[in-house]
């Protein structure tokens, strides 16, 4: 069963560590400070919005039925077996991005300034190399955490 990355939003405080975690993990350079000064904007898996006075929390859900592996003509996106997790590979990706009008949770983006999809990867370089995923290391009130996908529901 894959897992997924869910936040418990009442742990949440709003400070966007997780956002600021996953863009620097996907980025070319290794801090904030060189990501600005050589002007890149690799853009995050993982989003936090307010709606209402209330904090929200968006990530890929690593759907069932994934929209976005039958919106994508490249065969982009796709799971290498039932319950892994839904994966992009960017080098098929040429951005015409079906899958993020395909996506019900609106967590599919076209990465800034550049022809391509981006979405959670769920850190699998990370996870190999025995880490947590950098959004999950990086929240200080550990509201995010890997569930499987019955715990999903309550959560979100």
């Given amino acids: 069963m894959s897992k997924h ?8 405080v709003g400070c966007h560590a997780c956002e600021l975690a996953c863009a620097i993990e996907h980025s070319q350079f290794d801090d904030i ?8 904007t690799p853009g995050y898996r993982i989003l936090i919005t307010t709606k209402n006075g209330k904090l929200r929390a968006s ?9 976005c592996v039958e ?12 319950g892994e997790p839904v994966l992009l590979d960017q080098k098929k990706c040429v951005g015409h991005g079906h ?5 019900p949770f ?12 981006i979405k959670c990867d ?15 290391e990086a929240c200080p009130t550990g509201a995010i955490t890997f ?4 715990a999903v529901a309550g959560v979100r």
């Avoid at 400070?33 to 890149?40: C, V």
């Avoid at 609106?106 to 999809?117: C, D, L, T, V």
């Fill in 71 to 82: 919106a994508c003509p490249e065969g982009a996106i796709g799971r290498s077996s039932d």
């Fill in 59 to 67: 990530t890929c859900r690593m759907c069932k039925k994934p929209a």
């Fill in 122 to 136: 769920l850190c699998m370089d990370r996870q190999a190399a025995g880490k947590e995923p950098a959004c999950i």
């Fill in 99 to 103: 899958c993020v009008e395909a996506c």
């Fill in 33 to 40: 400070e060189k990501m600005a000064l050589h002007g890149e």
């Fill in 147 to 150: 569930s499987d996908e019955k």
């Fill in 5 to 12: 990355i869910t936040v418990a939003i009442d742990k949440c």
């Fill in 106 to 117: 609106n967590i599919m983006f076209i990465r800034p300034g550049a022809k391509i999809a």
